[in-house]
């Protein structure tokens, strides 16, 4: 069940709005406010999953409210419900979840509640843990046992060495791993581990030191390694400065 507020200044359209949203029998109508402040005062104590939001309304408009809304921590979905289509622009500039436009039909509320329901069902599936969700770790064998890392903070920098063999640069030395460089790129990526160069993978939560290079390269500088300059190809330069907003 959407919990829906509805604000309004006019009376009749709250109650129009009221019975056609409940027609369909999936929302509770948990607020109707007749003006903007209104709105905010019912928000400062309470939730609800979305607000259709009128726009000229008394005290604080439509619009003013939706800016206000989207900085509470658990902001509603906001779907204005208007009589007039010029302010669509600013509505989508406000990331508006829908813009709706009076006389209201059933057909295109139910549409919107449809649209709703999917939206938080989505949010919350990305929210949730996914059943048997651990921390990501990788295991190493060296001196006949089997070593388990952290990669996060006990990983620094793996590469192929010029014998092709994968080296693993952690917190208890050097070791090797049969697994394919590529293979360990994806199971490392989560753990903030960026692929620099062909040879080359890093924790980029460990680096210290971008230093600008030739041809728009860099060289990296990583905490507790021994590896003193680590590569940038520009192969993989355009992945680098996506990670880093550059």
Known sequence: M????????????????RSLLEAGGKVKITAECEHGQAVLDYFSANTADAVFLDIEMPVLDG??????????????KIIFSTGFDQFAVR??????????????TQTRLQATVLKLQ????????QQAPARGDFPIRLSLWADNKLLVFD???????????????????????????NLPLKVLEEK???????????????????VREIIPWFNDT?????????????????HFIHSFKNFLNL
Do not use: W
Not at 63 to 76: G, M, N
């Open 188 to 206: 490392l990526n989560p753990c903030g581990f960026l692929r620099t160069h062909k040879s080359y993978i890093v924790n980029m939560n460990k």
């Open 2 to 17: 959407l919990k829906i507020v509805i604000a309004d200044d006019e009376f009749p359209a709250r109650q129009e709005l």
């Open 118 to 125: 999917k939206a938080l069902q989505d949010q919350l599936q």
């Open 91 to 104: 509505a989508f500039e406000l990331e508006a979840f829908d813009y709706i436009l009076k006389p209201y």
């Open 218 to 234: 860099y060289i990296l500088t990583v905490e507790n390694c021994p590896e003193k300059e680590i590569p940038v190809s520009r």
């Open 151 to 177: 990669p996060k903070e006990e990983i620094y920098l793996i590469k192929t060495d010029a014998g092709k063999k994968i080296l693993i640069y952690t917190s208890k030395g050097i070791l090797e791993s």
């Open 63 to 76: 619009l003013t409210v939706a800016e206000k809304l989207r900085s509470l921590p658990q902001p509603p």
